[in-house]
């Protein structure tokens, strides 16, 4: 009977202890924030795809709460955008504004994220940092398991970031239900705002989608300032050079190159083809590109001026130019003067129409899309370059395939007098 009893009290507590509060309190939580861009499609395809089934496998009876109050019905993207009461807290922070940008700066510098991860979206959760449509859908439902199955994982430590969460919650929360490590006062039991949004409209798809009014020539080019003016600067740089080996092709005065410009164009060529591939890895996989301290790469690499007929890369195309242009430089080489002749010319011609692509591809940055991929505009230099260098074999060789009357009676003369002599 005693142990009958015992196991009897023993089962009457676990099951009181299930029910009881405190025990909810002690459910472990994965708190973690996302940094987003309205403009970025692979943080679209992140908030829309990527994070609507962890909320609704983890926290079912959620509640969205946005900042400011009463943005539920505005057309444009909340600044900040919590989702509480569930085993998965989200804060969602959008980085066009002053203050989710410094808090997005804040976090990189507290976190010394490298110069090739500092795009959006970023996701920061304990001590780990995943950026990209890939990198986060791959890594974060584990790092959510594992949390979980090790008591939880609170808030990161990012500056500011205890002041973005008081603005979405009450002046008197209780304790977080997720491990303390000076974590700020939201968890799962702290009040959301009364105007926060029911369960049944939790899908994140329903977060406002902004509705972008008329924006100028002159507002695309201020959206990036300084990226945009050295576009255009390139722009004008390439549209100078047409001209001018135009030009020269109609003086039709030919000049003799040095011997390092010979050997400068397949360096350009692999420089080039370098440029291309890495072009075409990001277009191809979606992964973020190395932008560097100017312009926006992803910006114009996820816009759809990135693909030719909506399927074929850009940066595709410019790989198989870069590679016709080093065969014709390597058939220049060769020992047939008329076959190395041609070679100078569709050299010239490639470099001609890989000129005018780029200043069309160059056009769109600044003036449609409103960004600048460095990127592209290395790519438009280069190919600048490139039609510079073979301006001047092509002219000797059509020099040399237009003229041979002239050459002959020369060659001629000579053996003559050779003879005579």
């Keep these: 009977m005693n142990t009958a009893t015992r196991s009897l009290l023993l089962v009457l507590a676990l099951a009181l202890g299930l029910a009881s509060p405190a025990m909810a309190q002690e459910t472990p939580v994965v708190q973690a924030v996302l940094f987003y861009s309205p403009t970025c499609p692979h943080c679209q395809i992140v ?18 709460v946005l900042y400011p109050p009463g943005e539920e019905n505005a057309q444009s993207w909340p600044e900040l955008a919590l989702i509480c009461d569930g085993q998965l807290e989200l804060l969602l922070v959008n980085t066009s504004t002053e203050r989710g940008n410094a808090l997005f700066g804040a976090a990189l510098e507290a976190f010394q994220v490298s110069e090739d991860r500092l795009g959006v979206p970023g996701l920061f959760v304990g001590g780990t940092h995943l950026i990209g449509s890939r990198e986060i859908p791959e890594l974060f439902p584990g790092l959510i398991e594992e949390g979980l199955a090790q008591g939880g994982v609170p808030w990161p430590e990012l500056p500011g ?93 030919p000049v003799r190159p040095a011997a390092w410009q010979h050997w400068l164009v397949p360096v350009l060529a692999l420089a080039g083809m370098g440029v ?18 100017v312009g926006d790469c992803n910006a114009v690499q996820q816009s759809p001026y990135a693909k030719l007929f909506g399927f074929l890369p850009v940066g595709l195309v410019g790989l198989l130019g870069y590679l016709a242009i080093l065969v014709a430089w390597l058939v220049g080489r060769l020992r047939s003067e008329r076959l190395a002749d041609n070679a100078a010319i569709a050299l010239l011609g490639m470099t001609a129409f890989g000129t005018l692509f780029m200043v069309g591809l160059t056009f769109l940055e600044p003036f449609v899309i409103g960004a600048t991929c460095l990127w592209c505009l290395s790519s438009a230099v280069i190919i600048t370059c490139l039609l510079w260098l073979s301006v001047g074999p092509a002219i000797a060789a059509l020099d040399r395939l237009e003229g041979p009357g002239e050459e002959g009676p020369g060659e001629e003369g000579g053996a003559s007098q050779t003879a005579s002599g």
């Design 276 to 293: 291309a591939i890495y072009l075409s890895y990001v277009e191809t996989t979606g992964d973020l590109a190395m932008c560097g301290p």
């Design 161 to 253: 970031l205890p002041d973005a969460l008081a603005l979405l919650s009450t002046p008197a929360p209780t304790e977080a239900s997720a491990p303390t490590q000076a974590s700020p006062p939201v968890g799962g039991t702290a009040e959301p705002d009364p105007t926060a949004i029911t369960p049944s409209n939790l899908i994140l798809p329903s977060l406002p989608t902004p509705v972008p009014g008329p924006v100028g020539v002159l507002g695309r080019v201020l959206q990036d300032p300084v990226g945009n003016t050295l576009a255009i600067v390139v722009l004008i740089g390439m549209l100078i050079s047409l001209v001018g080996v135009g030009l020269r092709l109609r003086a039709m005065t």
């Design 47 to 64: 908030i829309q795809d990527v994070l609507p089934p962890l909320v609704q496998t983890y926290s079912p009876e959620a509640r969205l």
